[in-house]
Nanobody, 127 residues
Framework: QVQLVESGGGLVQAGGSLRLSCAAS????????LGWFRQAPGPEREFVAA????????YYADSVKGRFTISRDNAKNTVYLQMNSLKPEDTAVYYC????????????????????WGQGTQVTVSS
């Protein structure tokens, strides 16, 4: 069982930056692949970024590639999402997610592949 708690959301002007953090409970954090998703008003949750168990593999949605960076610190049981050059269309609730993985290099991009979710943190980008 893993519990995830996001923080770092807020209100920022377009062009600004935010860093989201997601702290996880449990002693097996390094066994989990991690991802960030977001949901703007509406039914669909959108993939943002994912990172493998070791941190050696990452994958990004085209909409954030070159602006966002996902990273993890296994010693601190924390995954981060550095968001630069923010745009109004980045406004959403951001969720982190975790899934146990048998292989170090795999990244997961579908929300149905993740077992654990945080409660979300609101990011609002004003124009």
């Amino acid at each position: 069982q893993v519990q995830l708690v996001e923080s770092g959301g807020g209100l920022v002007q377009a062009g600004g930056s935010l860093r989201l953090s997601c702290a996880a409970s449990g002693r097996t954090f390094s066994s989990y692949g991690l991802g960030w998703f977001r949901q703007a008003p509406g039914p669909e949750r959108e993939f943002v970024a994912a990172i493998s168990r070791s941190g050696g593999s990452t994958y990004y949605a085209d909409s954030v590639k070159g602006r966002f960076t996902i990273s993890r610190d296994n010693a601190k049981n924390t995954v981060y999402l550095q968001m630069n050059s923010l745009k109004p269309e980045d406004t959403a609730v951001y969720y982190c997610a975790a899934a146990p993985l048998p292989v170090h290099s795999i990244v997961l991009v579908s929300d149905s592949e993740y077992d654990y979710w945080g409660q979300g943190t609101q990011v609002t980008v004003s124009s």
